[in-house]
Nanobody, 120 residues
């Protein structure tokens, strides 16, 4: 059973930084795409950043130049470095991994979410 465990959320002042982590545990054969999404109250879930196994990144326009996604393949972990945070970045951030738990199946897994609040 694959589980994604997120950490690193919290309360930060505008202009501050946070680093989110998401580690996949369980039996994992290979990981294709790792990503971060967010959902603010009353809004739809939106993609923040994704990173493929080939190293291709994709960012939401609203976070380009401020957020950086990276991964540690040996630890099955994806990170999101968030700088110059704004109040509008406040949301629950969810980790997503598209992976094979074995050679025959491929599934998408979600973490439980971590709250990021940007406020003075």
């Amino acid at each position: 059973q694959v589980q994604l465990t997120e950490s690193g959320g919290g309360l930060v002042q505008p202009g501050g930084s946070l680093r989110l982590s998401c580690a996949a545990s369980g039996t994992i054969f290979s990981i294709y795409v790792m990503g971060w999404y967010r959902q603010a109250p009353g809004k739809q879930r939106e993609m923040v950043a994704t990173l493929t196994s080939a190293g291709v990144t994709n960012y939401a326009e609203s976070v380009k130049g401020r957020f950086t996604i990276s991964r540690d393949n040996a630890k099955n972990t994806v990170y999101l470095q968030m700088n110059s945070l704004k109040p509008e970045d406040t949301a629950v951030y969810l980790c997503n991994q598209d992976l094979r738990p074995n050679p025959w199946n491929r599934n998408t897994y979600w973490g439980q979410g971590t709250q990021v609040t940007v406020s003075s």
